[in-house]
């Protein structure tokens, strides 16, 4: 009897989950990766916000667990009939943390890292040149409101019993790891957030967890991206799923997920409620400079640098939007395309905000304080909610093209295009403005990048694909992408 060969090849699909929890809102992605192709399908997203309890501001990490499995049930479910989970990774914001007990128990309240908790010592730290020289030699990371440096030392000084109770510090994508598979375990580039991290070794820093009083007992060695951490538990639906170790640092997958030319001459740009300008480098860079220009050298999933400068983002729109009152947020994207529209036919800003003032970080009126900016330049402030779409988008702009210009003389590196991916990049006003500002062209790519780069790690540590030159190869193939031209 003569048997049937099919001449029809089979492919093989595989089936990962990207858990990627952003400040402002989360969402779980499907990634099916199959034939050299990556399709993503939301299968779950929700808004996330911290609470502020008696002047103190707290994430709701109850709530956000809740949300992850609910996520990853929907992601299970979501596939064909027969099919897995091949494995599932999780990133979030960077230098939030949870301290617990040897038995994995919250001993102290998950804060979020806009609380002002932080504002005396880092005046304290700001103002005694010397020791911020030492910590960022030591860390590479610059002195900034948020770092989990500060918000340490500042729970150790206010409640001392904490050294005695706490015996381990995770930072959120470890404890959701923790959550989904009871590993327990430091991953680089979350830990490299922190301002505590060695920036020339993979270890803790000494002198930085010294002078912020941080017990080393407390942080692990940090495992690399990749890493596989265990199998899910507690939960039918992804029974022999695996946990793998993604770079926890949602800005560090956003920055492998970029299609970057290999010649290297690609600044990167990562926007949404912050706006991270930076590049890949097997160096860091460090000196007064960098220090002065606030570069945080932090890590990629392999260990090596993404210096780059955080130049406060979408936040001045969502908090300014907030002022304006209930009808100025628009509800629809199609709504959100008509004020992006109407805001850049308006004639571009001839004077800009100072991106920079720290006095934007968390202010209780951001109308307030964009608008006192203005007037110490003697300029009206805007009519309304176009007006200061205008403003914001071209400050942004100012801001993102200086960092470019630093980084060219601080490295010697000419960045030819900058790439950007996330919410801003689907604001052609956005990109336009940049490119105008930078003098360089604009491209801007319609992927969720935060989720891609999270992926791409889960699928090399599968080995479905082979590393991440590779992984970007493929996925430039496919990709759709605009490009504004400076005008
Ligand atoms: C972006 C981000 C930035 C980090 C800021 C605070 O979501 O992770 O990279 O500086 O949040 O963690």
Known sequence: MATKTSSKKTTTTTYCAAVDLGATSGRVIVGAWSNNRLKLTVAHRFPNTFRTLNGNDYWEIGNLWHEVQDGLKKAAESLPRGKKLASVGVDTWGVDYVLLNETGRLVFPVHAYRDNRTQDSLRHLGNTRAALERVYAATGIPNVFYNTSLQLAEAINACPALADIASRCLFLPDYFNYLLCGTMANELTIASTSQLLDVHSAEWSRPALDYFRVPPTWLAKPVLAGTRLGAVKN????????????????????????????????????????????????????????????????????????????????????????????????????????????????????????????????????????????????????????????????????????????????????????????????????????????????????????????IATQLIALRAVKDKATFRKHLSAHLEQKVYQPE
């Open 235 to 454: 939960m039918p639906a992804l029974a022999g799923t695996k946990v793998i170790a993604v770079p926890g640092h949602d800005t560090a997958c956003a920055y492998d997920a970029m299609p970057a030319a290999p010649d290297g001459a690609d600044l990167f740009l990562s926007s949404g409620t912050w706006s991270l300008v930076g590049f890949e480098s097997d160096t860091p860079v460090l000196g007064a400079d960098a220090l002065n220009a606030r570069v945080a050298n932090e890590r990629i999933g392999d260990g090596r640098y993404r210096p780059l400068t955080n130049v406060i983002g979408m936040w001045l729109l969502e908090r300014t939007m907030l002022d304006l009152g209930p009808g100025a947020r628009p509800k629809t994207p199609e709504a959100w395309d008509k004020l992006i529209d109407d805001a850049a036919r308006l004639p571009a800003s001839k004077v800009l905000i100072d991106v920079t003032d720290p006095a934007l970080a968390n202010p209780p009126s951001m109308k307030a304080v964009i608008d006192g900016q203005l007037r110490k330049k003697k300029a009206a402030p805007p009519k309304n909610v176009k007006g200061y779409m205008r403003l914001i988008c071209d400050s942004l702009a100012r801001g993102h093209a200086d960092a470019k210009a630093a980084f060219e003389r601080m490295t010697g590196r000419e960045f030819k295009r900058i790439l950007i991916v996330g919410g801003g990049s689907r604001s052609p006003l956005l990109c336009q403005s940049t490119a105008n500002a930078a003098g360089v062209p604009v491209v801007s790519f319609n992927i969720e990048g935060t989720a891609v780069g999270n």
